[in-house]
């Protein structure tokens, strides 16, 4: 099967080329960072096995955290520094040695930094790190560790699954195992976890216990070390990493569903411009948001893992106001579409796409949010019917406009109009089959939608003839 790839290791090329080339380069030390579970551990040892060295050189600092026993094993490795005591003894030991240390984990002891910083100063040494957060050494070669692309995702995934259940057939997942990858974020930790589990779990049956938080995530009979600690305390680690402040902007990060420019973040976390810049800056460093390098700006992440960890920490009343100041910008950027004549136009020129006011799934959380306003709702609808046509994601557009349309009442004639015009017009698309059905002379009625005649239903009848959208709502206005 295409799918399947040998155990371990996949994707990560252009990383470890970017090791070679650094220390080809002349730099002594390269320094691997990136939040926990992202697979720094696993590229360095793929890249001592790539170049021959084994693990012989290679120290985990997370097991030794005193500076001493750090020595210790590295003078236990080292030719010629068996009689070592101190870190003294070890950088005059090592003068004329040329060699490489390798030092796993970096952070959890800040004062190895010191001693690393003299080695690059008196020896030959070359130093290759890994830390969670970025590391102030001079003239360090630094590479930041971002998510496996997706295709890459799918094969460590199917790997891991396959390794813990002969039967497992990636075919037999669906859309279902397309959406737990994007879940998983293409972080190789969780997706190691998860594939463990399904052996047990269907894919769909993962995703629901995905959404009631990363649990699940933890170290499972087939596949995975037994003390490898779960997906969410190694998340928290990280999370306690980051100052006050910084737990607080990602908090109110969280809000977003997408993708989002610098421009949204200041609104939504609501501080001064350069503040609120650093920061984003800072969570970048730490591996938390990740930045997609679009033509046009560069936009900032929180991929979904994240999210559902983020969204349970820092207060709900932080949350409420972030997800209030949210609302009101998506708002703001499209409320020329719930005007008649700015849908019109939008949905003939594809201006607000060519403009990329918001991220579609930014739009589909304000259209489904019950405490967003009507209009609000109902702007986001239609919002997503422009910018997500081309894709023809029908399902998306279909359930947008019915949670715009919750909470509308006859006397919201104006607003019910513009969705069912954004109704039938994706339809005449071949959007949206069974919502609408071809009306007289040319026009398209519908008929399906959570306003229209039927159990419960407000009782209008609409119909778009030549583009013109006639009827009306009984007791309430119509267009």
Known sequence: MQDRVPWGFVGRQAELAAIVSAFDEGHQAVSIVGIGGIGKSALVRRYLEASGQGDGCLVAVGEHADPSDVVGQLASRLPGC????????????????????VLDGIEVCPAMLGIVRGWLRHTGLRVLL?????????GAQTIHLGPLPPEASRQLLVARASAANHRFDPEEGGPPLGALLDRLSGVPLAIGMASSKLRTLSAS????????????????????????????VVLEACWQALDPIEQAVLVQCSVFEGSFSLDAADHVV??????????????????????????????????????TFVRGRGSEAAYTEAEQRHTAYVTRRIA????????????????????????????FAVALRPSAPREARVAAALGVVV????????????????????????TDGWLVARLCRARLRHARWGRLPGRA?????????CDACAVCPGPGGIGHRRRLDGGRHRGGLRGGGGE
């Open 387 to 410: 910018l997500d046509c081309d894709e023809g994601s029908g399902d998306r557009v279909g359930r947008a406009l019915d949670g715009a349309e919750r909470g509308l009442t006859a």
């Open 270 to 307: 609501g501080r001064d411009t350069d503040e609120t810049l650093a920061h984003i800056d800072s969570l970048v460093a730490h591996g938390w948001l990740w930045v997609l390098e679009e033509q046009q700006e560069h936009r900032v992440c929180l991929v979904p893992l994240f999210r």
């Open 336 to 363: 020329s579409l719930v005007s008649p004549s700015g849908f019109q136009e939008a949905l003939l020129t594809g201006a607000p796409r060519d403009a990329g006011p918001c991220d579609v799934a930014d739009l």
């Open 130 to 138: 890994t830390s969670r957060r970025p590391v102030p050494l001079p």
């Open 82 to 101: 068996d009689d070592v005591q101190t870190h003294e003894q070890l950088q005059a030991a090592v003068e004329g040695l040329d060699a490489l240390v």
């Open 205 to 232: 049956q993962l995703l629901a216990r995905l959404d009631e938080g990363l649990g699940v995530l933890r170290p499972g009979a087939f596949g995975q070390a037994p003390d490898d600690p779960p997906m969410e």
């Open 437 to 445: 059905t071809p009306g007289g002379r040319g026009g398209v009625q």
